[in-house]
């Protein structure tokens, strides 16, 4: 099993919820987030000056099994590119085990097949 974090702009947090959603991934998880880029700009955005250095940005996790890493991660390269600084990452890394809470179950049959 494998977690696959990803960090992207909010204006492409609907299309890539929407692609996830569309390519049989029926759970993650999503948080607005925080961060501080290697970007230091100043901006003018009508008439009043703001620094670029605090990025909001939209976190997702999903845990899969290792067979749709690779499909998912193209999913969220392909629905998230811009091609402009600040695009954003992804992580990926080992899950060691899950459980279900509701049946105390554990290993990756608690996580649903694809359809």
Not at 65 to 77: A, H, K, S
Request: hydrophobic share 35%; aromatic share 8%.
């Amino acid at each position: 099993m494998k977690k696959i974090e990803a960090i992207i702009r909010k204006t492409k947090f609907e299309d890539v919820k929407e692609a996830l959603l569309q390519s049989d991934i029926d759970w993650f998880e999503y948080h607005n987030v925080h961060g501080i880029g290697q970007s230091r700009e100043e901006r003018i955005y009508r008439g009043v000056q703001y620094s670029t250095d605090v990025i909001e940005r939209v976190a997702i996790s999903i845990v899969c099994r290792d067979q749709f890493v690779e499909p998912t991660v193209n999913v969220i390269l392909k629905v998230a590119h811009t091609g402009e600084i600040g695009d954003g990452r992804i992580f990926v890394s080992d899950m060691i085990d899950t459980w279900s809470i509701r049946t105390g179950e554990n290993g990756d049959t608690v996580l649903r097949d694809k359809k």
